[in-house]
């Protein structure tokens, strides 16, 4: 895609969506087969870290025994859901630098790729239980731990709580939060334009970071993780850059 055309505005849109298909396929490949995929599944030691990160209760456990008032589903609960429904914002704000500051779509749009690229392997290599998946199927944190968005979106649809669900995409995919990632380094990028866009960005990784967490997604050292990589991504953007900017020569002769 990025050599069928010069570099137009239309061009970026089209990369991005070809990224990002990509990206889903790349998530989604490690479950083709779930019976290898078990073998090698992490469960325990997120949650033991997450005790030790929580003061000898895991975040998730906590918020959910707080503010969690099963079988209902709350205002509280429609509203993180909401939150963490919104994962597709960084590609929002992506669209509206292409129209009102397009100078940074280029660096906004590689670190926001990076974030997926560098977030990808993990799932292949360490695959890792959610925290309702740990709880529910595997009976740690006391089977307490509840997949919200599961009874959130039964809710809205008007079916039973007590209906089956078959696994979509890949539920072993919870190390790291992909979600954060690429809020933390939307949010980065924006704080660079100025000091309200990033204030903006910022306030969206802490909405992100509590309703994943909230909501048992994902665990709260996936979420640092998730941070971490965004981070690593913005100090090491200097080392890559030379080799980035050669290779987007080339694709620009390549497009003519």
């Given amino acids: 895609m990025a050599t069928a055309a010069p570099r ?19 998530w989604t490949l490690p479950y083709e087969r779930p019976e290898e995929l078990r073998r090698r599944l992490r469960i325990d030691y997120p949650v033991r870290i997450d005790t030790v990160l929580g003061f ?7 918020l959910q025994r707080a503010l969690r008032h099963p079988p209902r589903v709350t205002v509280l609960d429609r509203a993180v859901m909401l939150a963490y429904a919104s994962w597709f914002l960084p590609h929002v704000m992506l669209a509206y630098l292409l129209f009102r500051h397009e100078e ?15 977030t990808a392997p993990f799932y ?3 695959p890792t239980a959610p925290p309702w998946w740990a709880s529910e199927e595997a009976g740690l944190m006391g089977g307490e731990v509840e997949r919200v968005r599961r009874h959130v979106l039964r809710d809205l649809v008007g079916k039973p709580r ?3 669900e078959e696994p979509t ?18 949010a980065m990028g924006l704080a660079e334009i100025g000091p309200v866009y990033g204030a903006l ?3 969206y990784v802490a909405l992100a970071s509590f ?6 997604e994902h665990y709260l050292i996936d979420a640092l993780v998730g941070l971490a990589i965004a981070e690593g991504i913005r100090r090491g953007e200097a080392a890559v850059a030379p080799a980035v900017h050669r290779a987007l020569l080339r694709l620009d002769r390549l497009a003519g």
Avoid at 56 to 62: A, E, I, K, Y
């Fill in 8 to 26: 137009r505005r239309w061009r970026y849109a089209a990369v991005g969506a070809v990224y990002m298909w990509t990206f889903a396929v790349t």
């Fill in 56 to 62: 000898g209760v895991p975040p998730t456990l906590r």
């Fill in 104 to 118: 940074y779509v280029p660096r906004a749009a590689g670190r926001l790729a990076a974030a997926y690229h560098l």
């Fill in 124 to 126: 292949y290599v360490i």
């Fill in 162 to 164: 007590q209906t089956s």
């Fill in 169 to 186: 995409g890949n539920p072993w995919a919870s190390m790291p939060s992909d979600h954060v990632a690429s809020a933390a380094i939307t």
């Fill in 201 to 203: 960005g910022w306030t």
């Fill in 211 to 216: 309703s994943v967490v909230y909501l048992g």
